[in-house]
Protein backbone atom coordinates (compact mmCIF):
# COMPACT_ATOMS: atom_id res chain seq x y z
CA UNK A 1 0.00 0.00 0.00
CA UNK A 2 2.78 2.64 0.68
CA UNK A 3 4.59 1.28 -2.27
CA UNK A 4 1.86 2.72 -4.92
CA UNK A 5 1.17 5.58 -2.40
CA UNK A 6 4.98 6.30 -3.22
CA UNK A 7 4.18 5.51 -7.01
CA UNK A 8 1.72 7.95 -6.96
CA UNK A 9 2.79 10.61 -5.19
CA UNK A 10 6.30 10.33 -7.39
CA UNK A 11 3.97 10.43 -10.25
CA UNK A 12 2.49 14.29 -9.45
CA UNK A 13 5.44 15.11 -8.42
CA UNK A 14 6.90 14.43 -12.42
CA UNK A 15 3.75 15.59 -13.86
CA UNK A 16 4.03 19.22 -11.99
CA UNK A 17 7.99 19.51 -12.76
CA UNK A 18 6.71 18.79 -16.41
CA UNK A 19 4.23 21.33 -16.24
CA UNK A 20 6.27 23.93 -14.30
CA UNK A 21 8.63 23.56 -16.73
CA UNK A 22 6.11 23.69 -19.88
CA UNK A 23 4.59 26.92 -18.57
CA UNK A 24 8.32 28.63 -17.63
CA UNK A 25 9.43 27.81 -21.29
CA UNK A 26 5.49 29.37 -22.05
CA UNK A 27 7.26 32.46 -20.31
CA UNK A 28 10.66 33.05 -21.15
CA UNK A 29 10.62 32.07 -25.05
CA UNK A 30 13.97 32.19 -26.45
CA UNK A 31 15.10 35.98 -27.42
CA UNK A 32 14.69 36.97 -31.08
CA UNK A 33 17.09 40.01 -32.21
CA UNK A 34 15.30 41.05 -35.08
CA UNK A 35 12.35 42.06 -32.63
CA UNK A 36 12.35 44.69 -29.58
CA UNK A 37 10.72 45.32 -26.39
CA UNK A 38 10.62 47.56 -23.45
CA UNK A 39 13.32 47.72 -21.04
CA UNK A 40 13.39 50.06 -18.38
CA UNK A 41 15.18 51.31 -15.15
CA UNK A 42 13.40 52.44 -12.16
CA UNK A 43 15.10 55.06 -10.09
CA UNK A 44 13.63 54.18 -6.49
CA UNK A 45 15.19 57.35 -4.13
CA UNK A 46 15.49 56.37 -0.42
CA UNK A 47 17.54 58.38 2.05
CA UNK A 48 19.15 55.11 4.33
CA UNK A 49 17.01 52.72 4.88
CA UNK A 50 13.98 55.34 4.68
CA UNK A 51 11.96 55.95 1.56
CA UNK A 52 12.76 59.57 0.59
CA UNK A 53 10.84 62.10 1.97
CA UNK A 54 10.91 65.78 2.30
CA UNK A 55 11.26 68.50 4.36
CA UNK A 56 9.81 67.93 7.17
CA UNK A 57 11.13 64.96 7.31
CA UNK A 58 14.76 64.73 8.96
CA UNK A 59 17.67 62.45 8.52
CA UNK A 60 20.76 62.19 9.97
CA UNK A 61 24.04 61.80 8.39
CA UNK A 62 27.45 60.05 9.94
CA UNK A 63 28.77 63.52 10.91
CA UNK A 64 25.81 63.48 13.11
CA UNK A 65 24.38 66.06 11.32
CA UNK A 66 20.46 66.49 10.91
CA UNK A 67 18.90 67.84 7.93
CA UNK A 68 16.12 68.27 5.83
CA UNK A 69 15.58 67.44 1.98
CA UNK A 70 14.14 70.05 -0.24
CA UNK A 71 14.85 69.27 -3.64
CA UNK A 72 16.16 65.96 -5.42
CA UNK A 73 16.74 66.28 -9.52
CA UNK A 74 19.39 64.69 -11.70
CA UNK A 75 19.70 63.46 -15.02
CA UNK A 76 20.39 60.03 -16.38
CA UNK A 77 22.14 59.34 -20.03
CA UNK A 78 23.56 57.55 -22.71
CA UNK A 79 22.02 53.75 -21.76
CA UNK A 80 23.39 50.57 -22.70
CA UNK A 81 22.97 47.50 -22.10
CA UNK A 82 25.18 44.09 -22.41
CA UNK A 83 24.90 39.94 -23.11
CA UNK A 84 26.97 37.52 -21.41
CA UNK A 85 28.49 37.14 -24.35
CA UNK A 86 30.01 40.84 -23.72
CA UNK A 87 27.97 42.37 -27.00
CA UNK A 88 26.57 45.47 -26.02
CA UNK A 89 23.61 47.78 -27.18
CA UNK A 90 23.06 51.23 -26.95
CA UNK A 91 19.89 52.61 -26.94
CA UNK A 92 20.39 55.82 -29.66
CA UNK A 93 21.00 58.89 -28.02
CA UNK A 94 18.76 61.41 -28.52
CA UNK A 95 16.13 58.86 -26.96
CA UNK A 96 19.03 58.17 -23.59
CA UNK A 97 18.34 61.54 -22.05
CA UNK A 98 16.16 61.21 -18.43
CA UNK A 99 15.31 63.92 -15.54
CA UNK A 100 14.34 62.15 -12.41
CA UNK A 101 12.35 64.42 -10.45
CA UNK A 102 12.29 63.20 -6.36
CA UNK A 103 9.04 64.79 -6.02
CA UNK A 104 7.34 62.90 -8.62
CA UNK A 105 7.56 59.69 -9.03
CA UNK A 106 6.09 59.63 -12.34
CA UNK A 107 9.35 60.77 -13.81
CA UNK A 108 11.07 57.48 -11.87
CA UNK A 109 11.70 55.76 -14.75
CA UNK A 110 13.75 55.63 -17.45
CA UNK A 111 12.45 53.83 -20.47
CA UNK A 112 13.41 52.75 -23.90
CA UNK A 113 12.36 49.82 -26.48
CA UNK A 114 15.54 47.62 -27.29
CA UNK A 115 16.39 44.12 -28.89
CA UNK A 116 14.85 40.95 -27.16
CA UNK A 117 17.65 39.21 -25.02
CA UNK A 118 18.75 38.70 -22.15
CA UNK A 119 20.95 41.10 -20.81
CA UNK A 120 23.48 41.01 -17.36
CA UNK A 121 24.83 44.58 -17.20
CA UNK A 122 23.47 47.62 -18.01
CA UNK A 123 25.34 51.34 -17.91
CA UNK A 124 24.31 54.86 -17.70
CA UNK A 125 25.73 58.24 -17.53
CA UNK A 126 24.57 60.83 -14.24
CA UNK A 127 24.51 63.68 -16.20
CA UNK A 128 24.67 64.92 -19.42
CA UNK A 129 27.80 63.73 -21.98
CA UNK A 130 29.84 67.02 -23.81
CA UNK A 131 28.93 66.43 -27.05
CA UNK A 132 24.69 66.93 -26.38
CA UNK A 133 25.52 69.83 -23.89
CA UNK A 134 27.34 71.99 -26.64
CA UNK A 135 24.81 71.14 -29.28
CA UNK A 136 22.76 73.88 -30.74
CA UNK A 137 20.01 74.30 -28.89
CA UNK A 138 17.22 72.90 -31.29
CA UNK A 139 19.42 69.77 -30.59
CA UNK A 140 18.70 69.17 -27.70
CA UNK A 141 14.43 68.53 -26.83
CA UNK A 142 12.72 66.59 -24.23
CA UNK A 143 13.96 67.29 -20.94
CA UNK A 144 17.05 69.18 -22.10
CA UNK A 145 15.59 71.59 -23.53
CA UNK A 146 14.69 75.25 -22.91
CA UNK A 147 10.69 74.97 -23.44
CA UNK A 148 10.17 76.13 -19.78
CA UNK A 149 6.96 73.05 -20.08
CA UNK A 150 9.49 70.24 -20.57
CA UNK A 151 12.66 70.68 -20.24
CA UNK A 152 15.58 71.71 -17.45
CA UNK A 153 13.76 73.02 -14.77
CA UNK A 154 16.59 74.96 -13.65
CA UNK A 155 19.11 72.20 -14.26
CA UNK A 156 21.50 74.61 -16.24
CA UNK A 157 24.07 77.15 -16.19
CA UNK A 158 24.14 79.83 -18.71
CA UNK A 159 26.85 81.27 -17.44
CA UNK A 160 29.55 78.01 -18.57
CA UNK A 161 27.04 77.16 -20.58
CA UNK A 162 26.33 73.17 -18.93
CA UNK A 163 23.75 71.17 -17.46
CA UNK A 164 23.69 70.46 -13.64
CA UNK A 165 23.64 66.53 -13.58
CA UNK A 166 22.46 66.27 -10.22
CA UNK A 167 20.80 68.79 -7.54
CA UNK A 168 20.03 68.69 -3.98
CA UNK A 169 18.93 71.20 -1.24
CA UNK A 170 17.58 71.12 1.73
CA UNK A 171 17.82 72.81 5.09
CA UNK A 172 20.44 71.73 8.12
CA UNK A 173 20.38 73.86 11.49
CA UNK A 174 23.32 73.74 12.68
CA UNK A 175 24.66 76.14 9.42
CA UNK A 176 25.58 79.19 10.35
CA UNK A 177 24.41 82.73 9.52
CA UNK A 178 27.83 83.57 8.16
CA UNK A 179 29.41 83.67 5.20
CA UNK A 180 30.83 80.42 5.57
CA UNK A 181 27.06 79.51 6.24
CA UNK A 182 23.94 80.63 5.01
CA UNK A 183 23.59 84.63 5.42
CA UNK A 184 20.42 84.27 4.96
CA UNK A 185 19.65 82.57 8.14
CA UNK A 186 17.33 79.93 6.29
CA UNK A 187 19.87 77.38 7.40
CA UNK A 188 20.13 75.83 3.60
CA UNK A 189 22.63 73.89 2.18
CA UNK A 190 22.92 73.86 -1.93
CA UNK A 191 24.61 71.11 -3.68
CA UNK A 192 24.50 71.92 -7.70
CA UNK A 193 26.95 68.99 -8.85
CA UNK A 194 28.07 69.51 -13.33
CA UNK A 195 31.26 69.99 -15.07
CA UNK A 196 32.09 67.76 -18.33
CA UNK A 197 35.15 70.17 -19.32
CA UNK A 198 37.16 71.77 -22.25
CA UNK A 199 34.52 73.27 -23.70
CA UNK A 200 35.70 77.04 -23.74
CA UNK A 201 38.82 77.08 -22.88
CA UNK A 202 38.14 80.84 -21.45
CA UNK A 203 35.84 79.08 -18.64
CA UNK A 204 36.32 77.54 -15.55
CA UNK A 205 36.19 73.48 -16.33
CA UNK A 206 35.88 70.25 -14.66
CA UNK A 207 34.58 67.24 -15.56
CA UNK A 208 32.17 65.35 -13.24
CA UNK A 209 30.33 63.11 -15.93
CA UNK A 210 30.27 59.89 -14.24
CA UNK A 211 29.55 56.71 -15.54
CA UNK A 212 27.55 54.10 -13.32
CA UNK A 213 27.94 49.98 -13.73
CA UNK A 214 24.81 48.04 -12.79
CA UNK A 215 25.66 44.15 -12.47
CA UNK A 216 22.41 42.46 -13.25
CA UNK A 217 23.61 38.91 -12.06
CA UNK A 218 22.97 38.80 -8.37
CA UNK A 219 19.42 39.91 -8.38
CA UNK A 220 18.02 39.57 -11.57
CA UNK A 221 19.15 39.63 -15.42
CA UNK A 222 16.94 41.80 -17.70
CA UNK A 223 14.88 39.68 -20.04
CA UNK A 224 13.49 41.70 -23.06
CA UNK A 225 10.89 40.53 -24.86
CA UNK A 226 8.26 42.07 -27.45
CA UNK A 227 4.76 42.99 -26.06
CA UNK A 228 6.47 43.12 -22.70
CA UNK A 229 8.50 45.05 -20.11
CA UNK A 230 11.54 44.23 -18.42
CA UNK A 231 12.30 46.64 -15.47
CA UNK A 232 15.23 46.63 -13.41
CA UNK A 233 14.81 48.54 -9.91
CA UNK A 234 17.52 50.43 -8.11
CA UNK A 235 17.79 51.93 -5.17
CA UNK A 236 19.39 55.16 -4.91
CA UNK A 237 20.56 56.04 -1.50
CA UNK A 238 20.57 59.75 -1.36
CA UNK A 239 22.53 59.54 2.19
CA UNK A 240 25.59 58.12 0.05
CA UNK A 241 25.59 61.66 -1.15
CA UNK A 242 26.95 62.35 2.28
CA UNK A 243 28.45 59.36 3.69
CA UNK A 244 29.82 57.70 0.23
CA UNK A 245 33.59 57.09 -0.10
CA UNK A 246 34.00 60.47 0.98
CA UNK A 247 32.38 61.30 4.14
CA UNK A 248 32.03 65.35 4.84
CA UNK A 249 29.74 67.59 7.05
CA UNK A 250 26.84 69.93 6.00
CA UNK A 251 27.97 72.73 7.57
CA UNK A 252 31.74 72.55 6.29
CA UNK A 253 30.59 72.70 3.63
CA UNK A 254 26.76 74.21 2.90
CA UNK A 255 27.05 75.16 -0.72
CA UNK A 256 28.83 73.35 -3.60
CA UNK A 257 28.09 74.49 -7.04
CA UNK A 258 31.00 74.86 -9.82
CA UNK A 259 33.94 74.14 -7.55
CA UNK A 260 36.85 71.68 -6.80
CA UNK A 261 34.96 70.17 -4.18
CA UNK A 262 32.15 69.19 -6.10
CA UNK A 263 34.54 66.13 -7.42
CA UNK A 264 34.60 64.67 -3.95
CA UNK A 265 30.66 64.52 -4.48
CA UNK A 266 30.56 63.68 -7.83
CA UNK A 267 33.34 60.51 -6.85
CA UNK A 268 30.08 59.31 -4.36
CA UNK A 269 27.47 58.98 -7.19
CA UNK A 270 29.07 55.77 -7.62
CA UNK A 271 27.74 54.92 -4.26
CA UNK A 272 24.32 55.79 -4.65
CA UNK A 273 23.05 52.70 -7.07
CA UNK A 274 22.28 49.08 -6.31
CA UNK A 275 20.30 46.79 -8.10
CA UNK A 276 17.37 45.32 -5.82
CA UNK A 277 15.44 43.26 -8.33
CA UNK A 278 14.19 42.55 -12.03
CA UNK A 279 10.62 42.30 -12.73
CA UNK A 280 10.51 40.47 -16.23
CA UNK A 281 7.65 39.92 -18.37
CA UNK A 282 5.50 42.99 -16.82
CA UNK A 283 2.25 43.04 -19.18
CA UNK A 284 1.75 46.69 -17.35
CA UNK A 285 2.66 49.50 -15.52
CA UNK A 286 0.42 48.23 -12.16
CA UNK A 287 2.36 45.50 -12.50
CA UNK A 288 5.69 47.16 -10.92
Known amino acids: MKTIQF ?11 FLAAGCSKKDAPAPDDTKKGVFSIEFDNIVGDETLGFDPRTYKNARGETFRIKILRYYISNIKLYKSDGSEYVVPQEKSYFFIEGSDKATRFAKVEVPEGDYNKVKFIIGVDSARSTMPTE ?20 WNQGYIFF ?8 ISDDQQGDPTGNKQFKYHIGGYGGYN ?3 PTLNNI ?6 LNQAGIAQV ?38 QNIANNFTS ?17
Open 210 to 215: KEITMD
Open 272 to 288: LFTHDHTENFVKSESEL
Open 225 to 262: REGLRSNVHLFVDVMKVFNGPYTFSIVQHPNVMFSEFS
Open 139 to 158: ARQGVLSFNPEEGHDGMYWG
Open 7 to 17: NISVFILAISL
Open 167 to 174: KLEGYCDA
Open 201 to 203: PKA
